[in-house]
């Protein structure tokens, strides 16, 4: 199964790497000269759409985003040679995107005028941090299978961070989500790392467990269901996305771990009907709080009737107060097709968060349906490279914890971009890597590490029963 | 495992076609509704990004824009005279919106519309910001002033019309008030519009076009064409009626204003005293359905763009006494100040009703034509034989009847009196009303007016269509003689 994957994918390859087996380092390489020249390009053209000139900072950026890929490239070349080639330049190309549109919406005066400070130095030094991550975990975690042995102190540490932010006075700004800790001027969203952090917890648990959830149980219309006693498990992952839910009314990060769980759930066992069983929790769930939560049944107006908001106040219907849904529409149609260009559309007419949660909605308008599409793309290739390093993977803990983290990307990208699209209510996420926010960049920049030390690991031609002095020789009777 | 990882795949990948399909569905198929939605910003954002075009009357621009300091809005509309043009041009407003010649037009005026398409392409080449074409009315500046200034405090419209092309000479609706005023977005633009908006007198309302009032004794020259063109009448036959005329299937009785040949008289001279009996017994003989078709043929029941919309004037289905009423202008008919100049237009114009247009050219900013108005002909209201008798029968009513004050030294004037009751047994002042046209000694005629005065501050008893409607309209003659001369 995996093997064959692996050599399948490097059959054609013609580089010579050290150990004499493709590794597709060069195509990354590649990959990342692209990677950093379009941000480049990017950066270059909302200069000259706004002030009319070349940026003054063109020249420290590109070298800064150069060196930053140029780096992790050589780190990932020595302590990961066999990792999939294709997802430090799709990181680096959505983190260096996400800085011009930072910078651009920095150049807006109408987010001045609200009070809004510039952010892309931040964000610039917060993604630097991130790829410093990125190498510690590349040097440091030698083999993903070390992480197993943390699986209940994941498990701890996860909740804190998830009980964390409810214990703090909620952002009047934030919309009431109760999703950040805030030290004076500072703030992290701890959330975010706990997303990795869970996903350790759940590969350990469920390795360990898959066996008793698979087979202790009982046939019932086609159907294998669980013992009681084994419903345990996702039943206290259910109740603790409802109380995240309940307690820091925030319905992203709710809906991510408990998609996330059953994900991984079925994965290990492949039984179906834990998905089954994971749906109805979720709607149960999802009508219970909606019935009894303002702030969610708002979000859920917003949706609906995102134009109600311009309607009279004693017409609206309750608990719509922002027009942030209506805005984002606006801004998506008017991009159209090709979009305004860079520098030249008005989503900052969004206003709160239109640096962050709905980074989205200004690619919508100044690269259009296009460049929406490509961005989209580009986030469905990455989860797609998860998920096959997750097929490669030749241990259990590692699939479970590829899939996982995986799967958490892929739920995320879509409850953003989908809430801001107006697909499904909107959430208080982040798009990864592309929005601003310190913690998020920083996650997912440590996340595609794990994911490219797992591949790596995955790839890496099997490890011969006796260590090096053997290899060369087992090289030159290899047909 | 791999088998559920495959699923998984393919779950997230039915994802990521999810969003894909909503990114085509919000950019693609509904993108339209939400660049053009009445709150997307972006609408006014685009309108005042450059100097707007303007909106020109006689060769010389009666709009303006200059720049302002926000962060929004980079120009404002200003407005020279904005009270005399605001019947014409509108509003553009950055809070408000805009409306009549500066919403229609406003794709011209931006330099957005797509005829502009060259242009937007040359000065994307040349980095030249883009710019706006204006819009070239067929107003006669002499003319508007010459009737706003006699309207004065006045409440009430005034439309003139060159009757050989359907040209809208002068468009005058008071009281009247300045775009300037709210042309910005401060909260002190705000506070002016609040108080036009409540002020019980509606100078935002374009009385010219947009109200409809009984048209009183004017509409007689509708009942007189019907006659004549019925084949029933002609315009000196005696024509058979009592004084005072009992309506039919009532037992009221209708008499006439004053101590006038009422009883018998031929057209010619029921036009010259206006008299009640004559016409309503003509309408009456004519019936309700030969009515509507004679009125349909000036225009009424149906609405008209200018291109700024008209309201629809009405002759509706009425029973017996009620349409013999109509015929004198005082039932369920109602006509708007430009219906009405379509009337005196079309009699001036030897029958032949033009299309009354405002637009005359829509002018790129490099001065090339965009688009320009020929004048239509909307049809014919009666054989050119029977509308030289209306003519007679007006000229009549000018020389020596109830609208001398019209008269003009060296000119031909047709008018027609009007004096419509309106309110609850006549309680509120009447509306006076006048209507008339010019003809010069070479046989052409340039300007037909029609003017409606609301009950204005005077007596009541002075209040008739000759006293309070005619000298305005006389003002308005003149000016359009004097820039002929």
Redesign the interface.
């Known amino acids: 199964?995996?093997t064959s994957q692996a050599t399948g994918n490097t059959g054609s390859n013609t580089t010579i790497s050290p150990g004499g087996l493709p590794s597709r380092r060069n195509t990354e390489l590649a990959m990342l000269v692209f990677a950093v020249l379009i941000p480049v390009f990017a950066y270059a053209n909302v200069g000259l759409a706004i002030n009319g000139e070349m940026p003054a900072g063109m020249l420290g950026y590109g070298l800064g985003l150069g060196l930053m890929a140029g780096v992790a490239h050589l780190v990932v070349r020595r302590f990961a040679p066999y990792a999939d080639p294709l997802m430090l330049p799709i990181a680096t190309l959505l983190n260096g995107l996400g800085l011009v549109l930072i910078w651009r919406l920095d150049q807006s005066?109408?987010l001045a005028?609200r009070g809004d400070g510039i952010a892309a130095p931040n964000q610039l030094m917060w993604s630097a941090l991130g790829i410093a991550l990125f190498l510690a975990v590349l040097v440091f975690l030698k083999d993903h299978r070390i992480l197993q042995r943390y699986t209940y102190i994941s498990m701890v540490v996860a909740l804190i961070l998830l009980a964390a932010p409810a214990f703090f006075p909620a952002s009047e700004a934030n919309f009431g989500a109760k999703i950040w800790i805030r030290f004076g001027s500072f703030s992290i969203q701890p959330g975010e790392f706990a997303k990795i952090i869970i996903t350790i917890f759940f590969a350990g648990y469920l390795m360990v467990k898959r066996d008793a959830l698979a087979l202790a149980s009982r046939r019932f219309m086609g159907l294998y269901l669980p013992r009681g006693r084994d419903l345990g498990p996702i039943l206290v992952v259910w109740a603790m996305s409802i109380l995240i839910l309940v307690f820091e009314t925030d319905l992203g990060t709710s809906l991510l771990f408990f998609g996330m769980f059953v994900?991984m759930l079925?994965?290990?066992t492949?039984r179906t009907s834990w998905i089954l069983f994971g749906l109805l929790m979720a709607a149960g769930g999802a009508a219970f709080v909606a019935t009894f939560e303002a702030h969610v049944r708002g979000r859920i107006m917003a949706w609906l009737h995102p134009?109600d908001i311009?309607l009279p106040e004693d017409q609206r219907p309750e608990g719509l107060i922002s027009d942030q849904a209506?805005q984002a529409?606006?801004a998506?149609?008017?991009?159209?097709?090709l979009g305004s260009g860079l520098g030249q559309g008005?989503s900052d007419?969004i206003g709160f968060a239109a640096k962050s949660d709905f980074i989205l909605a200004t690619v919508?308008e100044e690269l259009?349906?296009t460049g929406?599409?490509a961005i989209?793309?580009l986030?469905?290739l990455l989860?797609?490279r998860g998920?096959r390093t997750?097929?490669a993977a030749r241990d259990?803990f590692g699939?479970?914890l590829a899939?996982g983290l995986?799967?958490a990307f892929?739920?995320q990208?879509?409850v953003v971009?989908?809430g801001v699209?107006?697909?499904i209510p909107l959430t208080g996420m982040t798009m990864p890597f592309m929005a601003q926010g310190g913690s998020s960049v920083i996650t997912n920049w440590a996340l595609v590490a794990i994911l490219l030390r797992i591949s790596d690991t995955a790839r890496r031609p099997a490890p011969a029963p006796v260590p090096s002095p053997d290899a060369e020789m087992t090289q030159v009777v290899r047909p | 495992m791999n088998k559920p990882l495959r699923r998984i795949a393919i779950f997230c990948g039915l994802l990521v076609l999810a969003l894909l399909i909503r990114d085509n569905w919000i950019q693609f198929a509904q993108a339209d509704e939400y660049k053009t939605h009445k709150n997307n910003r972006r609408v006014a954002i685009e309108r005042y990004a450059q100097p707007r075009g303007n909106i020109i009357v006689d060769g010389k621009a009666v709009t303006g824009s200059k720049a302002t300091k926000g962060t929004d809005f980079k120009y404002k509309r200003t407005y020279k005279n904005g009270e005399i043009w605001a019947p014409v041009t509108g509003y553009a407003s950055q809070a408000f919106g805009a409306t009549q010649l500066e919403s229609i037009y406003d794709g011209i005026l931006t330099g957005d519309d797509d005829r502009l398409f060259f242009n937007q392409t040359i000065d994307m080449f040349t980095g030249e910001d883009q710019k706006g074409g204006n819009v070239v009315t067929t107003l006669d500046a002499d003319v508007q002033k010459a009737g706003f200034e006699t309207m004065g405090d006045k409440k009430g419209a005034a439309v003139a019309i060159n009757p050989e092309t359907g040209a809208i000479l002068g468009l005058v609706s008071t009281p009247s008030y300045d775009p300037s005023s709210f042309a910005g977005n401060s909260s002190k633009d705000a506070e002016k519009w609040n108080g036009l908006l409540k002020d019980e007198d509606e100078p935002m309302l374009n009385r010219a076009l947009r109200q409809t009032y009984p048209p009183g004794s004017t509409f007689k020259v509708v009942t007189a064409a019907a006659a004549l063109e019925s084949g029933m009448y002609d315009i000196d036959e005696k024509t058979d009626t009592p004084d005072p005329y009992r309506l039919p299937q009532s037992t009221t009785d209708l008499g006439n204003d004053g101590n006038h040949p009422c009883e018998d008289a031929s057209l010619r001279v029921a036009m010259q005293w206006s008299c009640n009996t004559v016409f309503a017994k003509i309408s009456d003989e004519l019936g309700n359905e030969k009515m509507i078709e004679y009125s349909e043929r000036f225009g009424f029941n149906q609405e008209h763009f200018v291109p700024v919309r008209a309201a629809e004037s009405v002759y509706p289905e009425d029973n017996r006494p009620q349409n013999a009423m109509a015929g004198i202008g005082q039932a369920s008919n109602r006509a708007t100040p430009l219906q009405m100049a379509m009337v005196a237009a079309a009699v001036a114009n030897d029958g032949k009703l033009m299309e009354p247009y405002m637009m005359d050219q829509l002018i790129a900013p490099g001065l090339s034509v965009v688009e320009e108005h020929k004048p239509r002909e909307m049809g014919e209201i009666a054989s050119a034989e029977n509308a030289q008798k209306l003519q007679q029968m007006m000229e009549t009513v000018v020389e020596k009847g109830t609208g001398v004050p019209a008269q003009i030294d060296g000119v031909t004037v047709g008018g027609k009196t009007g004096t419509a009751q309106h309110g609850e047994n006549n309680e509120k002042n009447p509306y006076a009303w006048f209507i008339s046209y010019a003809k010069t000694s070479d046989g052409s005629t340039p300007i037909a007016v029609a003017v409606v005065v609301e009950s204005a501050d005077v007596l009541r008893d002075d209040i008739a269509g000759s006293k309070l409607a005619a000298p305005v309209a006389k003002a308005m003659m003149e000016a359009a003689l004097d820039g002929k001369r």
Request: charged share 10%; net charge negative; glycine share 16%.
């Open positions: 199964m995996s005066e109408r005028l994900v079925y994965v290990a492949e134009m311009f209506a529409l606006f998506f149609g008017s991009g159209g097709t008005h007419l919508g259009g349906l929406t599409m989209l793309l986030y469905g989860v797609e998920i997750a097929l259990p699939k479970l899939i995986s799967s892929a739920l990208v879509f971009a989908g699209m107006g697909l």
